[in-house]
């Protein structure tokens, strides 16, 4: 199976910066999409960030400019670069990744846990 590992989430400032990172285990064959979600308090998660397979990106309005998707494929793992902070950016970030695994072709969704970031003003 698949494990999706979410970590560097923590209490930001204002105008400060934070790293996420995604990190992905067990028995992939290819990546077909990797996206970062965010859900707030009483909010519907809504996507930030989109990675393709094929390495193109796609940014949510809310975090143009200021938040970065990007992937290591030596170590399995999928960054979100936030700078510029700004309270609203506090939520539940969410990876998500669209991917087969070696046991069959079917593209499968998987979630990680998530990891929690919090803005103070």
């Known amino acids: 199976q698949v494990q999706l590992v979410e970590s560097g989430g923590d209490l930001g400032h204002a105008g400060g910066s934070l790293r996420l990172s995604c990190a992905s285990s067990?028995?992939?064959?290819?990546?077909?999409?990797m996206r970062w979600y965010r859900q707030a308090p009483g909010k519907e998660r809504e996507l930030v960030a989109a990675?393709?397979?094929?390495?193109?990106?796609s940014i949510a309005d809310s975090v143009k400019g200021r938040f970065t998707i990007s992937r290591d494929n030596a170590k399995n793992t999928m960054y979100l670069q936030m700078n510029s902070l700004k309270p609203e950016d506090t939520g539940r970030y969410y990876c998500?990744?669209?991917?087969?695994?070696?046991?069959?072709?079917?593209?499968?969704?998987?979630w990680g846990h998530g990891t929690q970031v919090t803005v103070s003003s």
């Open positions: 990675l393709t397979g094929g390495g193109i990106t």
């Open positions: 067990g028995s992939i064959a290819s990546m077909y999409a």
């Open positions: 998500n990744y669209d991917l087969s695994l070696r046991s069959g072709p079917a593209i499968l969704r998987y």
